[in-house]
């Protein structure tokens, strides 16, 4: 087991102990708090497969800028309200089975499945500049969709300040 | 394998002596903060430890490191604990990819610059977390304040800079500086600051207010928030804080340096006159780190210049000096820097 291999079982075990904690608290405020270091091994995990600029925006996107909004967010809550609530309900277990079946079927496509894609050569086109690699593909192979998905959050947008905004002001 | 050591320990001496710098930089500019603010205000400032007060700072620094160690009782203690350390760290974290010289940094990453932009944003975890965890309503008041600025100063702080990339082409810290080398008419150096004028003052107004200093420190307001988001700290925490405050600000002058100011290049009309005298191997070797550090001492003269001159805005100001003026100045310079230079490079 090499170094690289020793990295990525420290990233993937840290990832996946933080995400558990970032549910399973009942304070909202710890389980975002858990997810920052979540997002930083998830970060690692791109820097080992020599994405350097995925890993970077990973930690400006994710890291940087939504969690200081939830943060923002969950500052707001009454705390001594939320201590009161129970974490399990009469769903639970429906909800148990939907996360079991959803688990195996992910496990199956993870361990069974081929990953073609043109993502392989995006990682092993280290002869490129890391920068330079993810641009010209979003700005000639995935043209389409990348501004597809900027059409979608502008819609996002427009949504979020049609329901903020107030009758009769301004 | 021996090989692998030498570097580690090589990287492990770069690491300790940027922070030994950083944090001696700190002492300095508290003195400086604190002297400029006396004659600016007519006063002395500080006079008896050490000649005009040079090691009140050391003094200080003692004073709060033998102050008792004191946590509120209603606080959260393991984020309280955790605040002052998420936001001196981050400002330490940016030092790893600037340039002093030109094979002098930690680091020469190729994606330099947006792992500044990544890194400089983390800061304000710190201040978020110390503001709740406090459990102060003034604290509370002074982290969401905190955390409302940072996110609209960072968009204009992240555009502003697109400008300096279509001119550079690179995100590497290093080739940027190197694309600002050369001089038009002889005598002005082609640093971006020229081409780039808008972009340059949009990203200042932005650091300003990414470092939280005034006219953009609402979190800490001290008339409406009495100290904001460190009310309940005290001691060395205190401190640290503090210290993430000039940390910051050190880091945010050395950004200013390398994007616009030509990083360790020699400054013009003097530059040449000073290195002419100089034996070659000084010139090589010192004096770009001596060209990089005068630039840097510029700006941070510059940032405790603006605290005591400026008053601070009020909250809506702040809000709409961000969205409506800033944002869209960024836009407008992004949209003409890319016309200048599609018919420079045609």
Same mark, same amino acid.
């Given at each position: 087991m090499g170094l ?9 075990s840290?990832?996946?102990? !933080?995400?558990l904690?970032?549910?399973s608290?009942?304070?909202p405020?710890?389980?975002?708090v858990f997810?920052?270091?979540?997002f930083f ?5 791109f820097?080992?497969? @020599? ?6 925006? @990973?930690i400006l996107?994710p890291a ?8 923002f967010v969950?500052f707001?809550?009454?705390?001594s ?6 974490? !399990?309900?009469? @769903?639970?277990?429906?909800?148990g089975?939907?996360?079991l ?5 992910l496990a199956v496509?993870?361990?069974?499945g081929?990953?073609?894609?043109p993502? @392989?050569?995006l990682?092993?086109?280290t002869?490129?500049?890391n920068?330079?690699a993810v641009?010209?593909a979003?700005?000639?192979?995935f ?7 900027s059409l ?8 979020a300040?049609?329901?903020a905004?107030r009758e009769g002001?301004? | 394998?021996?090989?692998v050591?030498i570097?580690?320990?090589?990287i ?11 944090l001696g930089g700190?002492?300095v500019?508290?003195?400086?903060e604190?002297k400029?603010?006396g =004659?600016?205000? =007519?006063?002395h400032g500080?006079?008896?430890?050490g000649? =005009?007060?040079?090691?009140?700072p050391?003094?200080?620094g003692?004073?709060?490191f033998l102050?008792?160690d004191?946590?509120?009782t209603n ?9 002052p350390i998420?936001a001196?760290v981050?400002?330490?974290l ?8 030109? =094979? ?10 947006v $792992?500044i ?6 800061g ?5 977390m ?12 002074g982290?969401l304040r905190?955390?409302a600025?940072?996110i609209?100063?960072?968009i204009?702080?992240g ?9 550079s082409?690179s995100?590497?810290m290093t080739k940027?500086?190197m ?20 972009g340059f003052?949009?990203f200042?107004v932005?650091a ?7 006219p953009f ?6 008339t409406?928030?009495?100290a904001g $988001? ?8 205190w401190a640290m ?6 940390v ?6 050395c950004v200013?340096v390398?994007?616009f100011?030509?990083g360790?290049l020699?400054l ?7 290195e002419?005298?100089?034996?070659s ?7 770009p780190?001596?060209w990089f550090?005068?630039k840097v001492?510029?700006f ?6 603006v605290?005591w001159?400026f008053?601070?805005?009020? $909250?809506?100001q ?13 836009i407008?310079?992004i949209f003409?820097?890319?016309i200048?230079?599609m018919?420079?490079?045609n």
């Amino acid at each position: 087991m090499g170094l690289h291999d020793i990295m990525f079982y420290y990233f993937a075990s840290v990832i996946v102990i !933080t995400a558990l904690l970032a549910v399973s608290r009942p304070n909202p405020v710890y389980a975002v708090v858990f997810l920052i270091p979540c997002f930083f091994h998830v970060a690692g995990i791109f820097v080992l497969l @020599q994405a350097e600029f995925l890993a970077v925006v @990973q930690i400006l996107v994710p890291a940087g800028a939504l969690m200081v909004l939830y943060l923002f967010v969950v500052f707001l809550f009454n705390l001594s309200e939320i201590k009161g609530m129970k974490s !399990t309900h009469r @769903q639970s277990v429906l909800a148990g089975i939907v996360a079991l079946i959803m688990f195996i079927l992910l496990a199956v496509l993870a361990v069974r499945g081929i990953f073609p894609g043109p993502f @392989q050569e995006l990682v092993e086109s280290t002869a490129v500049e890391n920068t330079v690699a993810v641009g010209g593909a979003l700005y000639t192979r995935f043209l389409f969709p990348f501004e597809l998905a900027s059409l979608v959050l502008l819609v996002v947008m427009f949504g979020a300040m049609v329901l903020a905004r107030r009758e009769g002001k301004e | 394998m021996e090989n692998v050591w030498i570097y580690l320990l090589i990287i492990l001496l770069k690491i300790v002596g940027i922070i030994t710098v950083a944090l001696g930089g700190v002492t300095v500019m508290n003195w400086v903060e604190r002297k400029v603010c006396g =004659h600016i205000q =007519h006063r002395h400032g500080p006079l008896y430890v050490g000649p =005009h007060g040079i090691l009140q700072p050391i003094a200080d620094g003692l004073k709060l490191f033998l102050k008792e160690d004191i946590t509120p009782t209603n606080v959260d203690r393991g984020l309280f604990m955790l605040a002052p350390i998420m936001a001196f760290v981050p400002a330490l974290l940016t030092f790893a990819v600037i340039p002093v010289g030109p =094979h002098l940094m930690i680091s020469n990453v190729n994606i330099g610059l947006v $792992y500044i932009l990544s890194v400089s944003s983390l800061g304000i975890f710190g201040i978020i977390m110390g503001g709740w965890a406090s459990n102060n309503k003034y604290a509370l008041l002074g982290g969401l304040r905190s955390a409302a600025q940072m996110i609209s100063y960072e968009i204009p702080l992240g555009l502003s800079v697109i400008g300096v990339l279509m001119y550079s082409g690179s995100l590497s810290m290093t080739k940027i500086v190197m694309a600002q080398q050369g001089f038009w008419f002889g005598f002005i150096p082609k640093w971006f600051v020229i081409p780039q004028f808008l972009g340059f003052i949009l990203f200042l107004v932005a650091a300003f207010a990414e470092t939280n200093r005034l006219p953009f420190d609402l979190p800490e307001a001290e008339t409406e928030l009495v100290a904001g $988001y460190f009310v309940e700290y005290g001691s060395l925490r205190w401190a640290m804080f503090m210290m993430a405050e000039y940390v910051a600000m050190i880091s945010a002058s050395c950004v200013i340096v390398t994007l616009f100011f030509g990083g360790w290049l020699p400054l013009p009309v003097i530059g040449p006159l000073v290195e002419g005298i100089l034996p070659s191997n000084v010139v090589l070797y010192a004096m770009p780190v001596v060209w990089f550090l005068s630039k840097v001492a510029v700006f941070m003269f510059f940032f405790v210049w603006v605290r005591w001159t400026f008053p601070r805005l009020r $909250y809506d100001q702040l809000m709409s000096l961000g969205w409506k003026v800033l944002l869209p100045l960024a836009i407008f310079n992004i949209f003409i820097s890319g016309i200048l230079r599609m018919a420079q490079l045609n």
